[in-house]
């Protein structure tokens, strides 16, 4: 949708305000939540759902459909036909690319909300509150920072971009597998932040702009991969290196899978100009 809403030179700008949105909600939900829960846990989930009657009444009433030129092109043609568009985004090379590099940088980053929090407290004697200081740091710096940063990278290769936030993943990533106060590891975790800010709406921009006007949902929908795959697989992975013989190697090899994502994008900012390489055309 905010593919459809928006020109190309918008969209990451667009996908930000999403992030500051889901954000916002980071921050206040579990707070609201811990006060509610610890009156009454069932007017806690009795006003969950309330609050999902009142966005659905919203989404049907006041939200429009935003794309209709190929609403009617594949109806009555079965799940067959559906499944079948999906061999047209698999033979995009360029976007396969940028979904398996988007899967190697998903896979580490997705440490900090499995693995960290265990590790934190298992092998530098973090407590509870503590990881969730940092995780509320990350969250306040992207309600404040966001849209500043997205307007100054928006005119950037995109590509690019993407190779410089995986890289900063690197460095912040691998940085936690170092024993040091934890002071530093708010230094640690804002640089992480750094390379959200940069990855999140890039990433969902570079998928509205690699695909057809007519596919962008198929194209969305094999992204996701991207993000599905590592979250089944990852917490796995951290508690395998966790138990080893070094823990702290489960930041170190998250780093190295994040140069190696980096390099990756960087292949695709070099290889493919026409696509992934240029920042898009601003609009009047």
Known sequence: MVADLLPEDKRAEGYGILSVAANLAWLVGPTVGGFLADRSSFVLFVLDAAISLVTA????????ETYTKHSTQTQGKGPLHTLGGYGRVASDGAFVAFCAASLLLWGAYQQVYTSLAVFLRDFRGVSAQGYGLLVTINA???????MWLTSKIRSRPPAL????????????????????????????????TVGEMIVAPVSQALV????????????????????????????WAGGLLMDGSNPDWLWFASGLVCAAAALSFFALHLTSHGRLGAPPAPTA
């Open 140 to 146: 306040m710096i992207v309600v404040f920072l966001q």
């Open 57 to 64: 009444g919203i989404v049907y009433f006041f939200l429009p």
């Open 208 to 235: 509205a702009l690699l695909a057809p006007e007519e596919m962008r949902g198929r194209y969305a929908a094999f992204f996701g991969l991207a993000v599905t795959v590592p979250a089944i697989i990852g917490p």
């Open 161 to 192: 971009m993407m190779a410089v936030g995986a890289l900063i993943y690197c460095f912040g990533l691998g940085a936690f597998g170092w024993p040091v106060p934890f002071s530093v590891m708010v230094g640690i975790m804002i640089l992480v």
